[in-house]
């Protein structure tokens, strides 16, 4: 394919799990693909024909204006981008910190609000692109010990359907990829709050859900899938707002949500959740 006919996507958190599969995907599906990670990359790519990895950390506002800039300069466009870079904190409110509050927020909703301030101006301009941002069904559902990750993902939620508004005008296509448990390193990231020490009230509740969770995760599917659903919403002319993906078992929980009388929903949620 002619280089100057391909689409170029830059995805954030690439080094692992979805990200890294997404970019693979697209790859070999003939788009030219920038995966970032916070880490430097060893030597300085620029191969067009694998994935070019680029260090951004989405926390510091210096290191995205710089990342996006080296795609702009090896690329000369910016078609798509995919903000996946993100971890999850887990422990109760009452064990949780405003420090660590903010920290969980600094990633994964600030940090999409930066890469989105950062590629706009050059979407605007071209009058064209898709930004789609990989939130959770945890964005959907407040999950118990879980709140930050949820909160920062409900954030994100809002955040996305304010801009896909915002930017329909120019072009700019603005999607919400909604995963459930996929088998990836995500819990191996996971940080416990610091309070959640075996002195918390919320210890043992906390425990078995961490448990169940992780098994949870274990044994659910390998992300390919999401690799195969970015693809077709790029290629997508009208995508939908929310495309929730993973097994039915957990994507069912979205419209229980909505049409079970709230406290039979929460009993099951826990239910299930071994909570």
């Not at 995966?35 to 989405?58: C, F, H, K, W, Y």
């Not at 999409?112 to 789609?132: D, F, H, S």
């Not at 929460?266 to 959740?273: A, N, Q, S, Y």
Request: with cysteine.
């Amino acid at each position: 394919m002619n280089q100057a006919a391909r689409k170029v996507v830059l995805i954030t958190g690439a080094s692992s799990g979805i990200g890294k599969v997404c970019a693979e995907h697209l790859l070999k599906r003939g788009y030219r693909v920038f995966g970032t990670q916070r880490r430097p990359p060893e030597s300085a790519q620029a191969d067009p024909n694998a994935v070019e990895i680029l260090s951004m950390d989405v926390d510091d506002d210096n290191s995205v204006a710089k990342g996006v800039e080296t795609v702009i300069l090896r690329a000369g466009r910016i078609d798509a981008v995919i903000n996946n870079a993100g971890w999850g904190l887990m422990g109760a409110v009452e064990d949780t910190s405003v420090e660590e509050s903010k920290a969980q927020m600094e990633t994964n909703f600030f940090g999409v609000l930066r890469v989105c301030r950062a590629v706009l101006p050059i979407m605007r301009r071209e009058r064209a692109g898709t930004i789609i941002n990989v939130s959770s069904l945890a964005g959907i559902i407040g999950l118990p010990f879980s709140s930050m990750y949820s909160a920062s993902k409900f954030a994100l939620e809002g955040l996305t359907e304010s801009l896909r508004l915002e930017t329909r005008r120019f072009g700019i296509r603005v999607v919400l990829v909604e995963p459930g448990d996929f088998c990836t390193n995500f819990p191996a990231r996971r940080r416990l709050t610091k309070a959640s020490t075996k002195s918390s009230a919320y210890y043992e509740a906390l425990e078995r859900t961490r448990i169940a969770q992780e098994k949870d995760e274990r044994n659910a599917p390998t992300p390919e899938s999401i690799g195969f659903l970015v693809e077709r919403i790029l290629r997508s002319k009208r995508p939908r707002l929310r495309y929730p993906s993973g097994l039915l078992s957990q994507r069912i929980v979205v419209p229980l949500k909505r049409f079970l009388p709230q406290r039979l929903f929460e009993w099951l949620l826990c239910l299930v959740m071994g909570f």
